[in-house]
């Protein structure tokens, strides 16, 4: 292999891994504070992407206009969910929430069969995002770069709001013991709303991305990159932010740099996250970055 | 009274296997078709709700099972001409191709098989709970998934099997549901089941009480894994063709849905959502496809049956967390029209 393949596959490898981090740390910043997995992050993620893909074809909005309203809009959509499929069951037993978070998923996959259609559409092009750059033998197509300073610029806006603002103090606390912050008059519904919210909005940058990057949109395209984001998670610790950076990025470059160094694996691909996730969690349950859970009797 | 029930057993057994016959002598094509996949799910939801309903170990892994199960019954039932028709990309393994078998061991051997993987994935993933083993199973199934389209030379890959002989019908899909059955009734009235049970609602304080947490998630993981193993075998020699994209997580997800319907640890209720959701799901196909009333079309919309169905399942988990039966049984004794006493009334 020439070093300009390996820095090529390598730079893929960091854009996906970047795209798998984003998406990520919706499903941390929720299992942090509900300690539930919420199935239907994926589906939010493929929620962002239509929703920005209908606003430029449909509406024709230009297309930074169009990712701004897309982005919000699934922020709100994010919350519309947390309100309908988890709020009602706070009490409930955790198989219950599960259950509903995989209902919820299932809903809202054959919803965008039914309204968007099940045939894939492809992503429209944007000039900026898709341009082809040449810089010392390797092509790269420029969004491949952008991902990467996207998602370092949201990580530090994140870190700086959930470390330095009061909503943040307040997430923090929640993640801590649900109770003690509920008894220090933390407004919990509008604590869990705003992280619903706001890993919502990661998921649906992520999303618009992925639609940039890979632009081929199908309804179930959700799936299986919301699979492997709450795999990148674990692995990094869940509940912990950067642990999902980071495992999102090991996620990322070993997807890439095994089907680089060993074509002939390249059928298990997708097998490569869930055997990590089988193997972490059997080497170190609590992730890469996890604190050791105490046992409550 | 015990001789009475045991004779209503028998009884109620007769009256269903006469009903099965007269189904059998006089329902087409189709809807026989639909009551074998009525006897199938029966077997699948018993042995999904087994671990997750009496053990309270949610796993996801029922496709993986399934598509063990299914692809060791087919190959071990095709005869060698069929075999060769569907591997011309790849020749099939030498062992396998002059396997030849009935459908009986056949689908024990499917079952064995699917058994036996819940051995080697159980042992490490057990030890997880909540969430991070659903997960884990989740993970499984896929890999599973991944490997059978990968080994070409054994299950064909992504082309999948086809012309898989068509042994299953309602005597092997009812006869295979009335055994699960009983065995499943068997199984959780007695010490084990107590055991179950005991892990479901306080691990802790069953292990307190000096039950070996690990041996009876296993064992149920194990009996679970086996009918999946049966049922996917079934299910493979009635519909003739399977292929790796047949066993995705939706195929789990319709077992959860008839488990969580019928009520988490209830036999009665996973058989009773069994059957009303197999017809559903067949009766709801008339959503597809266009209605027309009068003069008056309804256009219809690909994909509304499985919005229909997702629905479902929210409506019964945040409205019905109970489902059909709770976690109660059928029993004669509703029957006995004897006046009860307040104080019993919840025996």
Redesign the interface.
Known sequence: MTFQIFMQHLSNGISLGSLYALIAIGYTMVYGILR??NFAHGEIFMIGVYMAFYLITLVAVPWYLAFIIAILGTCLFGILVEKA?YK??RN?P???V???A???S??LQ??G??VFG?RPKSFPEIPMFNKILNIGGISIVSITFYIPIITIILLLILNYVINNTKTGMAMRALSKDYEAARLMAIDVDKIISITFGLGSLLAAVGGIMWGVKFTSLIPVMG?MPG?KC??AA?VGGIGNIRGAVIGGFILGLGEILIVAFLPALT??R??F???L??FI??VK?TGLMGEKLTEK? | MKNKRILLNILSLILVLGLLFLMDRNFDSYKIRILNLCGIYIVLALSMNLINGFTGLFTLGHAGFMAIGAYTTALVTMDKATKEMNFFLKPIVPFLRDVEMSFLPALLIGGLMSALVAIIIGTPVLKLRDDYLAIATLGFSEIIRVIFTNIQSITNGALGLKGIPNYTNVWWSWGWAIVTIIFMIYLVKGSYGRAFKAIREDEIAAEAMGINLFKHKLISFIIGAFFAGVGGGLLGNLLGTIDPLMFRFVLTFNIVLIVVLGGIGSITGSVLSAIIVTILMEALRILDGDIIIGNYKIIGIPGMRMVVFSLMLMGVILFYQKGIMGTNEFSWDWFSFKKKSKGDVNS
């Open positions: 539930l997995i499929a009602p069951l409930s955790r198989i219950s599960m259950i509903s995989i209902g919820a299932f809903l054959n919803l069969i039914v099940g799936l699979l709450f795999i674990v059928g298990y997708d097998a996250a869930f055997i996730l089988i969690l059997l349950p009797v």
